[in-house]
């Protein structure tokens, strides 16, 4: 019943054409379920950090891009009494996604 994870997405240059527009039809679908489902998607290495401050004890958040059909989307996500290395190690598609590594 705790939030564990907190993301935000950035899409650049958005327009109704940008191939990442289909976010904007998901409703209360996660957006990661629909993110890991698109093919023709590359994505740039985790950054991770461990953020400062009583609010960033005992969390980690990363960052990385996406890319399809040359548009951005830049997806950050702040975790909460998580494993960074357990993250790393998961077989879990919803942690780490098939796509190609940019």
């Known amino acids: 019943g705790r939030t564990r ?3 935000r997405a950035v899409i650049p240059g958005w327009h109704s054409y940008n191939p990442w527009s289909g976010v904007a039809y998901l409703g209360e679908r996660p957006r ?3 993110l890991f489902a698109q093919t023709g998607v590359l994505r740039s290495p985790f ?9 960033g004890a005992g969390s980690w958040a990363r ?3 996406y890319t399809r059909h ?11 009494d998580l ?11 919803a942690t780490l996604p098939p796509h190609e590594t940019a």
């Open 63 to 65: 960052r990385c891009s």
């Open 32 to 34: 990661g379920d629909w």
């Open 47 to 55: 950054e991770w950090a461990s953020p400062d401050g009583p609010e």
């Open 83 to 93: 494993d960074p290395l357990a993250l790393l190690t998961s077989p879990d598609t």
């Open 5 to 7: 994870v907190r993301a």
């Open 70 to 80: 040359g548009a951005p989307l830049l997806l950050t996500e702040w975790m909460v």
